[in-house]
């Protein structure tokens, strides 16, 4: 049996392209996590003052004598300490995305990088848009709601903490809701439908949106419908980009004769990312795997030998490979299994052995008389009397 049988381990190829992918994501985290972490500390010296800007949409409308409130001993700190963290985080999505980006990029297709790089960016802006649609145009309107339907004889005092948690719910349902432009794109450039069948279910469109309203914002009917009619605007606007993409698209392969496939240009040449600078792939000579049959994607090379059965042996080679040439040459490739590639390395290595034994053979009997002849040719050596 071939030394060369698969084991099922990995190669040395793999495991080394495992690890450096491994420590390159290790060090972009890193990078995401410092980058939050010097964000922070810059931040961290204005933490009421940032606070008291957060709150200001709900200080302007407490009726007089009123103020919020702390009702746990650390919240002072805590509330504070928690925003402006979180703050930081937000304030690094650009950074952390591009970390990501540059992990990913080597891998993708020209094309997939040509789409990826606008969408990453407008997402983050759209991201930012809708946190800022939130704060200036929906906390006014729903503070002064609140306030002015509380009834007789209750002071609204609200806690620190409470509010904070409720307008970083209303930052991620608005920040996430304004990404739907986004969602609309990539449903139609993945295929996975076309403008009109999502211009045919417009009714359906407008319900969801306000039910996602109903979900993500409190119970109210003003918030509901400031969230609702925003994710149905996006959803037309997504809508229109996706066809003007799809008619310049359309247009450009027309213009190029390309077909579906025409821009799949492979991944870059990054020996990382698997492309064409990776090494030898799995199956190829120096992967670990095994040599291909002769005729059946590649020729095996054979070491020189000498005589009739090298001869004969190198004809029954040139006649296989050749009829098995023809056969390929009319029927599609087939890769072999790895029992039959451990039966043709068999059937080799049998054949080179008997080969070896030959010319061993050969060479023994080629040696004897030499020897023989060289023996009798010496002339003894003289003895000395004494």
Do not use: C
């Not at 970390?99 to 094309?111: E, R, S, V």
């Not at 209750?154 to 307008?167: E, G, P």
């Not at 996706?242 to 698209?249: C, T």
């Not at 025409?262 to 120096?286: K, N």
Request: hydrophobic content about 45%; overall charge negative.
């Amino acid at each position: 049996m071939s030394n060369g049988k698969t084991t099922g381990e990995p190669t040395i190829e793999a495991t080394e392209t495992l690890l450096s992918h491994l420590i390159e994501l290790r060090d972009r985290i890193l990078r995401m996590f410092l980058a939050i972490l010097v964000v922070f500390l810059m931040l961290f010296p204005f933490a009421n003052q940032i606070y008291t800007f957060l709150a200001t949409p709900l200080m302007v409308h407490l009726p007089e004598g009123t103020s919020m409130i702390a009702i746990e001993v650390a919240a002072p700190f805590l509330i504070p300490f928690k925003l402006v963290l979180l703050l930081a985080v937000v304030l690094t999505i650009p950074y952390t995305l591009y970390q990501l980006w540059a992990f990913i990029a080597p891998g993708l297709y020209k094309h997939e990088k040509k789409m990826a790089a606008p969408l990453v960016a407008s997402s983050t802006i759209l991201f930012y848009l809708g946190m800022a649609f939130a704060y200036f145009v929906v906390f006014p309107l729903i503070f002064a709601f609140f306030t002015a339907t509380a009834p007789e004889g209750v002071a609204v005092m609200t806690d620190i903490s409470r509010y904070l948690d409720f307008v970083i719910m209303l930052f991620i349902a608005f920040g996430i809701a304004f990404e739907v432009p986004i969602a609309t794109i990539l449903l139609v450039q993945m295929g996975a439908t076309t403008p009109e069948k999502l211009a045919s279910k417009r009714p359906y469109v407008i319900v969801g949106t306000f039910v996602i309203g109903m979900i993500l914002t409190p119970p109210d009917i003003i918030s509901q419908t400031l969230l609702a009619l925003p994710m149905w605007i996006l959803f037309e606007i997504g809508l229109i980009l996706s066809k003007i993409m799809q008619k310049r698209k359309a247009e450009r392969r027309a213009a190029e004769g390309l077909d579906d496939d025409a821009d799949g240009d492979g991944p870059d040449d990054d020996p990382r990312r698997g492309g064409p600078g990776a090494g030898p792939r799995r199956g190829g000579p120096g992967s670990g795997g095994k040599t291909p049959r002769p005729g059946a994607g590649g020729t095996t090379p054979r070491p020189a030998t000498s005589g009739s059965a090298t001869a004969s042996g190198a004809a029954t080679a040139a006649a296989g490979a050749s009829a098995k040439a023809a056969s390929t040459a009319t029927s599609e490739f087939r890769p072999l299994s790895p029992e039959e590639m451990d039966t043709e390395l068999d059937r080799l290595e049998e054949e080179e052995r008997l080969l070896a034994e030959k010319r061993a053979k050969k060479e023994g009997k080629s040696d004897q008389p030499a020897d023989a002849d060289a023996t009798s040719t010496e002339s003894p050596e003289p003895t000395k009397k004494d």
